[in-house]
């Protein structure tokens, strides 16, 4: 019998939806709804406040991507915006290893020529108007979260390698602390540039400078140039059908390929006839995982380097790849080359009155990114460099200019041409594996968005490792177990996902749900 228990219920509107993993971002994007903007702007105001409230997930330094449907044009379009390789930044000067923080572990930030491109093509309001509570809560300060704290906290030895980010964060090596006011003056000033100059000053005015000159100053590869040549893509998303559905999703540099893949190969099952959280289940979505990242790792990367093969989203390939799943046997997977799993990330989504909406997700990659403060701006940049591979031979193998493969994707599921469930999550490799539990959860199990959000869930990870939540049945994990996987309990609420989803149901009657597993929650008017 499936769950229904949830910590909360599904909050329902009809004028418009938010949610996203902070509280505070929520109630901001909730505000410029209320007072007329729509979708694009809110989701802009929510994504500034969480770079103030959320600095160890995302922040000016770091990339985005999104999908934005346009009600008035019926049209679906995708933002890519990761950041290049420094064109410094060659095998030669990295050595042996790619870094985890520090200098030379950052790729040129994308995030804030998202913001650009989503306001300018679909935002109402004014940038000033967008980014005001993200500059009042960076000036007059904000309560520092459970998430934030713990988060401080667990790398209070990362941060105070970098005496610019520990005096924000851990000054006199005492790390901030649930509770606690926290402020961020640099931060904000540089919020009320961009608010006077444009999103654009980013990347062509003094705040790109001084962040490059401090990359100059310690021997980092970042550079003005860098900065000022990075734009914004806008693309065609890519996309499949599920059981009647189109789901779409960003296309490479995102490994969002991954989740269609995904569903591609599961469709070939019955899992309705399965149970909700059964063992078969569980098993043939684990399974149709590890065949679609196998192909990750095979062919995804920048592609102006390397074209993706567009077959691979085809049903006669899943047609073909599903005969290798083993009802009754988990099969093993090699770990990936190259890339250290990253799950620092935040994920929101937004519907307005208009019927516009928005998926939307950026990340410095791991916690706090590079761990690098720039004392003059507060911005954190992010070490997505460290996603590249140093092998040649490799298809992701770093290059000046290049961008690597990217863990962030958002999804948008449409139903006779209108969208029908708009959603996300953090988790850097676990985000596809966390959004087709969502995604099964609502089309195959009826859930609604609150409870998908909270259906206990599974965590897959190399060979036949794979962390179950407490929560789930025993005879699931037992059923497992049974069938070769290696199973780990998680805590209740442990997995790596923070989910939050919009559905669009008849008569435009929005329901939104958001994952107990964050500080977030959703708000429907």
């Known amino acids: ?79 890519n915006s990761s950041g290049a390789a420094p064109m410094l930044l060659t095998r030669d000067l990295i050595g042996d290893r790619i870094p985890e923080s520090g200098f030379l572990s950052s790729t040129v930030p994308g995030q804030v020529a998202a913001w650009d491109t989503i306001l300018s093509r679909w935002g109402t309001m004014a940038t000033a108007e967008v980014l005001r509570e993200a500059i009042h809560y ?14 401080v906290a667990g790398q209070l030895g990362r941060l105070e390698a970098f005496p610019d980010t520990q005096a924000v964060f851990a000054p006199g090596g005492v790390p901030v602390r649930r509770g606690q006011v926290l402020r961020q003056p640099a931060l904000a000033r540089t919020f009320e540039l961009l608010a006077d100059q444009g999103l654009r000053a980013f990347y062509d005015g003094e705040i790109g400078e001084r962040m490059a000159a401090y990359w100059v100053a310690n021997g980092g590869a970042l550079r003005a140039t860098d900065l000022a040549a990075h734009q914004a893509r806008v693309l065609e998303p890519i996309g499949t059908t599920y ?38 289940a569980v098993h043939v979505c684990i399974e149709a995982n590890k065949l679609a990242h196998a192909d990750k790792d095979r062919y995804t990367t920048d592609p102006a380097w390397s074209p993706f093969p567009e077959g691979l989203l085809s049903k006669e390939y899943a047609s073909e790849r599903a005969r290798l799943i083993d009802p009754d046997r988990a099969t093993p997977f ?3 080359p190259g890339a250290p799993p990253g799950s620092d990330t935040t994920y929101l989504c937004c519907v307005d009155r208009f019927g516009n909406a928005i998926s939307y997700i950026q990340s410095i990659f791991h916690s706090f990114g590079c761990g690098v403060l720039e004392p003059s701006t507060g911005v954190i940049l992010n070490n997505r460099a460290c996603g590249f591979s140093l092998d040649p031979r490799h298809v992701n193998c770093i290059a ?13 599921v449409f139903s006779d041409g209108r ?3 708009v959603g996300g999550t953090p988790g850097g ?63 209740p609420y442990s997995q790596g996902g923070r989910v939050q989803v919009i559905a669009i149901g008849d008569g435009g009657v929005l329901t939104a749900g958001s994952d107990p597993r964050c500080d977030g929650c959703a708000l429907a008017f």
């Open 243 to 280: 059981r009647g559905y189109g789901v779409f999703e960003q296309p490479p540099v995102s490994q969002g390929h991954i989740l269609l893949q995904s569903m591609n190969l599961v469709e070939a099952f019955d899992l309705g006839t399965m149970g909700h959280l059964s063992a078969e």
């Open 1 to 79: 019998m499936p769950l229904s228990i949830t910590t909360r219920s599904a909050v329902r509107g009809l004028r418009g939806a938010i949610a996203t993993s902070n509280y505070l971002a929520t109630e901001a994007g909730m505000d410029v709804l209320r007072r007329g903007g729509n979708c694009a702007d809110a989701a802009v105001c929510a994504a500034a406040v969480l770079n103030v409230v959320e600095p160890h997930c995302s922040h000016l330094g770091g990339d985005a991507f999104g999908l934005v449907w346009d009600a008035g044009k019926r049209k679906l379009t995708a933002v």
């Open 429 to 491: 490799d676990v985000q596809v594996q966390t959004n087709l539990q969502v995604l099964t959860g609502l089309i195959d199990f009826g859930r609604d968005p609150q409870q998908a959000a909270e259906d206990p869930r599974w965590q897959r990870g190399d060979g036949l490792a794979v962390g179950v939540e407490t929560r789930a049945p025993s005879a699931t994990q037992e059923g497992l177990r049974a069938r070769g996987h290696d199973v780990t309990r998680l805590g």
């Open 138 to 151: 960076a000036r007059e300060g904000f309560v520092v979260s459970r998430d934030l704290g713990d988060s």
């Open 400 to 412: 000046p200019g290049k961008k690597t493969v990217h863990t962030l994707n958002t999804y948008m």
């Open 419 to 421: 969208p029908v469930i």
């Open 334 to 336: 090699p770990p990936a």
